[in-house]
């Protein structure tokens, strides 16, 4: 009998080949600055704790307290009989957090834009989207059934030559970004994008996963920080982030709110979100409402990193944010380069990114900066980046 699954024999040999097959390494201990990662203690530089949230003890104490109070699970989904109090009220609270009416929470920020845009349009209407935005939002569009319109990069001409040429043709149109662009730490010129937006009646969304607890004022996200709160009509974000849990939210004017409620699928289709996560992101609103302290940390840290990496001669690209990507070009030099701090004494956690998820030839390495590493962590990663650095003849 012929093997059914022989394909998928020779595509993960050709992926194998071409140095695209991920390897998946598996974590033994707590998300933090210092990890067990495939047996061996490394320092992190791969998650995106910006805020040290995923294992805080006031985030771990809200879990544990709703464990006894709810259960475990809701057996259930939002629309039927799996909205609990809890939902409600951080829905509230991210919502006056964010500066909405209304915020509607779900399982995740892939979730959020599956669920936030198909609503908003369908067959008859056009999506404007930059070239490099997330996969969840590709599949949303995808699954809207509109026209999805691509322009360039953070391109402003090119958006509006795009927009001008499908504007008329459509009923409904939606122009969607990314807030900050994972791969490469720049921000999108949301205030920009709002006025081309407003001057064609288009409605805006952003997705700001990598910008919630980063930007704008005690970490509101990139709508505060581009003084576009009332303006800008729908904000997507992370509770998995820097908020340190999970979930997604879509956070908006009331009336779209309610809509999406009525209409989005996983939402309609899909469990709700357990009592301990929804607990535990409750808790991490707390903290952000009451300091900004652990904010201004991270961007202190980011900084200090920054100037480190330049100061030992690292292309570290157009970020500015504390993504930090360290320019290799190369894929296989990329991977190499990654093995060789991991092998390092101490070893260093930090991941290759390579094509299809960037460019060919501009692979890297990724680095995450986060609020709870220490001085002493910065400057140990700083020394093991030189070393590997001048041994590969990079620096
Ligand atoms: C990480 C990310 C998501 C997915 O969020 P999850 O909560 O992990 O599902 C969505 N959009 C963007 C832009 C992201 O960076």
Not at 353 to 363: D, L, N, R, S, Y
């Amino acid at each position: 009998m012929p093997d059914k699954f022989s394909w998928i024999k020779d595509e993960l040999d050709l992926l194998q080949q071409q140095g695209l097959r991920t390897t998946i390494r598996t974590i033994g201990s707590a998300c933090g600055p210092w990890m067990v990662v495939d047996g061996k203690k490394v320092l992190n530089f791969c998650t995106n704790n910006y805020l040290g949230l995923a294992n805080h003890p006031r985030l771990k104490q809200a879990a544990r307290a709703a464990i006894e109070e709810w259960g475990v699970g809701p057996a259930a989904v939002r629309s039927i009989a799996g909205t609990l109090e809890l939902h409600r009220r951080l829905e509230e609270r991210l919502a006056r957090f964010k500066g909405v009416e209304d915020a509607l929470y779900v399982q995740s920020g892939f979730c959020a834009n599956q669920a936030a845009i198909p609503p908003m349009v369908g067959k008859g209407d056009v999506i404007f989207t930059d070239r490099l935005n997330h996969a969840s939002i590709i599949d949303g569009c995808r699954l809207s059934s509109a026209k999805v319109a691509v322009y360039e990069h953070c391109d402003l001409a090119d958006c509006e030559r795009v927009i001008r040429e499908n504007r008329g043709e459509y009923r409904r149109a939606l122009l969607i970004t990314d807030g900050v662009f994972s791969m490469d730490g720049d921000i999108a010129p949301l205030d920009r994008l709002c006025d081309i937006c407003e001057r064609h009646d288009i409605i805006t969304m952003v997705d700001d996963a990598h910008g919630e607890g980063v930007l704008g004022e005690g970490g509101r996200g990139i709508v505060d920080h581009f003084n576009l709160s009332g303006r800008f009509d729908l904000e997507i974000g992370t509770l998995s982030k820097a908020f340190g849990v999970m979930g997604g939210v879509i956070a908006g004017r009331k009336v779209v709110i309610d809509w999406i409620r009525q209409k989005a699928r996983p939402f309609l289709f899909s469990s709700a979100v357990t009592a301990a996560d929804t607990a535990a992101c409750l808790a991490a609103v707390d903290l952000l409402e009451e300091s900004t302290e652990l904010v201004r940390k991270l961007w202190e840290n980011t900084r200090y990193f920054k100037e480190g990496m330049q100061g030992a001669g690292f292309d570290i690209g157009a970020s500015v944010t504390p993504i930090t990507p360290v320019m290799l070009g190369d894929a296989s030099l990329a991977q190499q380069f990654s093995k060789s701090l991991f092998d390092s004494e101490p070893g260093i956690f930090a991941m290759p990114i390579g094509f299809p998820t960037v460019p060919q030839g501009k692979a890297r390495i990724r680095v995450m900066i986060s609020a709870a590493h220490s001085r002493q962590d910065l400057d140990t990663g700083l020394e093991v980046f030189a070393r590997v650095g001048k041994e590969f003849g990079v620096i």
